[in-house]
């Protein structure tokens, strides 16, 4: 078996590969490593036919869809799981074949109502069912106190104790632990009495996790991440340094025409010298009007550099070929003390 476990913060994901018939699974990828999985099947001489989520998640944006297209892979969840672009649902009980390896598939909810642990000969990855010292939390959307109690005393802790446990999260750098090792010292295995688990467990005050909603929402319906979007933008255009900028604008460089996509306030108040505006809202409905020359060369920029790549590419799309966008926003312009016009100087 081949068995590569990749961290990012306190997020681990996994790539498990059969190593006779180089088939494999990617178990929790998340969005910002796409390449680095995609890059490590090939490096293992790896094809992954599975790209599993153990459960929604909500602190992370999972890659599942993008892998599953990219790889001509399976998405795999539980059959709980609210996505819709889920290929392949699994219950309790179900074996997942990969190659020669089998994975044994455990319905544990509790952190979440779909939260899978997923069993190899010896080991289990645990999701966020059970962490190295710890359990996955149960106060967010779907978590229930009770069932995990349930999934960790009535499951998960009777399987073989030497089983290694990979988690999918750990903040502390520990890479793995043994299932014995965890019911003799997780601290919160100790209460092994459901009443008891259940308030220690709703005892705990955890922070909600950055971007919630996001990931959330992204997650349950395969739909884009905003950092997703800007970074697709900003694949198909490019962009003109600051100072390339500075130089073609004081040059007044033919058929130069700069265009603020900021809103018409801010673009009053203070703007870069010869710019003209179309707030980004109105850019579509207003191009025809406002840019006649689709030969022309567009720079484009906004406030912080991220809305002027969705519109530079919006350009791009509607046929102006040379639309760029400006490499940093408006704020990074004043700060490096480039010269500006408007209305207070
Ligand atoms: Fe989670």
Redesign the pocket.
Known sequence: MIFEQVRSGGCLSYLIGCEETRAAVLVDPELGLLDRYLALATEKGLRARYVLD??????HFSASRELGQKLGAHVVMSRRSAAPYVDLRLEGGDTLIVGKLRLRIHETPG??DD?LCVELPDRVLT??TLLIGGT??TD?PTGDAAALHGSLFDGLLRLDPRLLVYP??DYKGRTHSTLGTEIAENPRLQRSERAAFVELMQSLDIAMPQHLTEALRTNRTGGKTVQQLIAEASRAITFVSMRDAATQIEQAAPSLVVLDVREREAFRTKRLPSARNVPRGELELRANQELPDPTARILVYCQFGKISTLAAQTLRVLGYTRAVALDGGFEAWTQHGLPTEGESR
Request: hydrophobic share 20%; no cysteine; proline share 0%.
């Open positions: 153990t459960h929604t998640h909500a602190d952190h979440t939260s999701g966020d996955g939390r967010l999918a999260h």
